[in-house]
């Protein structure tokens, strides 16, 4: 009688020379942990026999594929390793007879599998399909690429998704020349700056010069601050002010009857914090006794960007330039999309103009693989075009976008660009 998975004979009550069985028994448990069979895929889906699959630890295909190949396992209970070492850039996918749970096995991979007879589940790394990934398609993947769930499909979405750890920096840093006085006790006093050591978004204004203010597009900040007391009060607040008030995660420094070195420091850094465009900062300190703040290089305020509203939708933008005055349906642009790009509704910030304005208004069509999506429309007399789309539209890589001038031209409109204000898809 055999083992119930790995067909290995059992020695029977009474049996003479059970050496015998008992070896053959070890060699086949032994070949089933450890020995590596090759066999070929004739480009056709394959059955392995129970000793193929029985008798060795390590199945590697091979052969030339020009298709998605299915490899059929012996219902028992088994765990069992295969490479897919085909050409031909095809997945295998290994499974029983019927419809149950299958692995998918991608081109260099080696996959350990177990199985009940009738669903067979990847255990380990190199799966190459992640339960509902078994609908990907690798088809034009780059290496690096990342995929990305959009709420019905799996899909490639390059390495774009990167450029949230790859914003270029922002930020600002302000100093003092001279030293400050605080002769005001018991009330916020917000340091006035003298100059910007860099400024690379317009924060700082010498018209406003204790403020830093927000940016549009700016999302999220760390704020970052340092003073030097010339002549330090005995007791002091310093503390990071949002639009005038205490913030949550703004910090701050205490000190009560200080009566240490009179040229103290104070160094304090905020959290994350969120902002919106037009909100402002500030260091302010609060002081029982007067001071004086030391100026130059130990008394600053400082300003980074850590998240911008585009950081998630990188900006995609589609250009196209129709010089003279277009034909009746002429397509004046033909555009291949290399990238999933997101378009508004009405497609928000984008432009147009016309070196010559238009005698009456005319419609030009955006079309998506010839089909109508979106107008830009130039009304009489304008050089500026307004356009209209219903809905949000996603472009997907290898689709075309086309613009078609209308039936009847117009009788003077010429020189027509436009940008089509466009985000990735990340």
């Known amino acids: ?219 999220k900040v760390r704020i970052v601050g340092n003073i030097e007391w010339q002549t330090s009060p005995t007791s002091q607040l310093v503390e990071v002010r949002k639009n005038g008030n205490s913030v949550l995660g703004g910090g701050s420094f205490i000190v009560r009857g200080d009566s240490g070195y009179s040229n103290q420091m104070r160094n304090l850094s905020s959290a994350v914090l969120p902002v919106s465009a037009g909100d402002w900062f500030e260091l302010a300190v609060y002081v029982g006794t007067t001071g004086e703040l030391r100026g130059l290089e130990r008394t600053w305020l400082a300003i980074e960007v850590v998240e911008t509203a585009d950081a998630a939708d990188p900006p995609a933008d589609i250009s196209g330039y129709k010089a003279g005055k277009p034909a009746a349906d002429e397509v004046i642009v033909r555009i291949p999309i290399a990238r999933r790009t997101r378009l508004k509704i009405d497609l928000a910030g984008s432009h147009a103009s016309a070196e010559v304005a238009a005698t009456a208004s005319a419609d030009f069509d955006i079309r998506i693989d010839g089909v109508s999506s979106a107008t830009m429309r130039f ?8 356009f209209i789309a219903a809905s949000e539209t996603v472009l997907e890589p290898g689709q075309v976008l086309s613009v078609v001038a209308p039936s009847t031209p117009d009788a003077t409109l010429a020189g027509i660009g436009f940008t089509l204000a466009g985000t990735l898809v990340l």
């Open 1 to 219: 009688m055999p083992s119930p998975n790995l067909a290995v004979t059992h020695v029977a009550a009474a049996q003479n020379q059970k050496e015998v069985t008992i070896n053959d028994a070890v060699d086949a448990l032994d070949n089933a942990m450890n020995q590596a069979l090759s066999v070929a895929m004739a480009d056709a889906n394959l059955t392995l026999t129970g000793t193929q699959a029985n008798r060795n630890g390590l199945i590697i295909l091979t052969g030339t594929l020009t298709a998605s190949r299915i490899l059929t396992l012996p219902a028992n209970h088994r765990r069992l390793a295969i490479r897919n070492a085909t050409n031909g850039g095809q997945d295998v996918r290994a499974k029983y007879a019927g419809s149950g749970a299958e692995v998918v096995i991608v081109p260099g991979a080696t996959v350990l599998v177990q199985g009940n007879g009738g669903d067979l589940y990847g255990v380990g790394g190199g799966a190459g399909a992640l339960g509902d990934l078994t609908d990907v398609s690798i088809a034009g993947a780059a290496n690096g690429d990342v995929l990305q769930f959009d709420g019905a499909a799996w899909g490639a979405t390059g390495v774009g998704i990167f450029n949230r750890a790859l914003l270029p920096f922002r930020g600002a840093l302000l100093r003092r020349s001279t030293n400050f006085s605080v002769a005001t006790t018991g009330v916020y006093v917000a340091l006035p700056w003298q100059s910007a050591e860099y400024d690379s978004g317009a924060f700082w204004d010498a018209g406003q010069p204790s403020r830093l203010t927000i940016p549009a597009g700016v999302t």
């Open 379 to 386: 009304a009489a007399a304008a050089t500026s075009a307004t």
